[in-house]
């Protein structure tokens, strides 16, 4: 139990472009979602907390009009990065902390690869 | 503001050598400690939640505890199946946000 998915797993795309990323949990519901990025090597940064229909809740200094986020279900969260430059290519990660179980953990996408030429 | 420090930055074993991973923690007021094993390219996946003092939890050759400045990670008769990146978190708030350590390289040799 407690799957999370994610697609695309990779993509390239051409700078100026937007690029959705989708984050679904499987086998439970979530409320809240979270959005990661992280770089080589480094550990995992959050970008932003989403809210099953509520607006998300983004971290210093993320910009909100640049990662759209969207919750639109309890099983599906969506990320997308709006006019893509290469500064933005990273490894994007969500987690979703299931609503029914009895604990705080957040269970992990594989993470997406975003590469802007 | 929270912190979240792990040492060692990196870990070299023999196949069969035990030895622990660190996470120490400060925070204000303690929710729950995880940790996470990552391997490259791919999302952390879950190994444990600790969420008291004196808490224990194993699985298979790993064993997590927790006192009220740190957590080990007790790592027994490691096998090269084993090397990834070792990640701890904290939760604090009522808003379920994980702050990450910057992990451990754990690289057990055959």
């Known amino acids: 139990g407690a799957v999370v ?20 949990s499987l086998d439970f519901q979530a409320t809240t979602m979270f959005w990661y990025r992280q770089f080589p090597k480094q550990s995992l ?15 210093q200094g993320v910009e909100k009009d640049k990662f759209l986020i ?8 969506t990320l997308t990065v709006t006019s893509a430059h290469p500064e933005d290519s990273s490894f994007y990660i969500c987690s979703a902390r299931d609503l ?5 953990t957040q269970y992990f996408g594989p993470g997406t690869r975003l590469t802007v030429l | 503001e929270d912190q ?18 660190n996470c120490s923690y400060t925070v204000s007021g303690l929710r729950g400690l995880f940790w996470y094993r990552q391997d ?4 952390p996946e879950f190994l444990f939640t600790l969420y008291s003092a004196g808490e224990e939890k194993e699985k298979e050759r790993l ?6 400045k740190e957590s080990f990670l007790h790592i027994t008769a490691p096998k090269p199946e084993d090397s990834a990146t070792y990640l701890c ?18 690289t057990v040799n055959p």
């Open chain 1, 100 to 104: 029914g179980a009895l604990t705080d």
């Open chain 1, 70 to 77: 969207n919750h639109a279900s309890l099983t599906l969260s």
């Open chain 1, 5 to 24: 998915s994610q697609h695309p797993s990779r993509v390239i795309c051409k700078s100026g472009t937007s690029v959705k990323i989708e984050c679904r």
């Open chain 2, 40 to 43: 490259p390219g791919k999302g």
């Open chain 2, 63 to 68: 064993k997590a505890t927790l006192t009220k």
């Open chain 2, 4 to 21: 979240v420090t792990q040492s060692p930055e990196a870990l070299r074993l023999q196949e069969g050598e035990s030895s622990s991973l």
């Open chain 1, 45 to 59: 940064m959050l970008m932003a907390t989403s809210n099953e229909g509520s607006k998300a809740t983004y971290e």
């Open chain 2, 89 to 106: 978190a904290v939760i604090t708030g009522s808003n379920y946000k994980l702050t990450f350590g910057k992990g451990t390289l754990l």
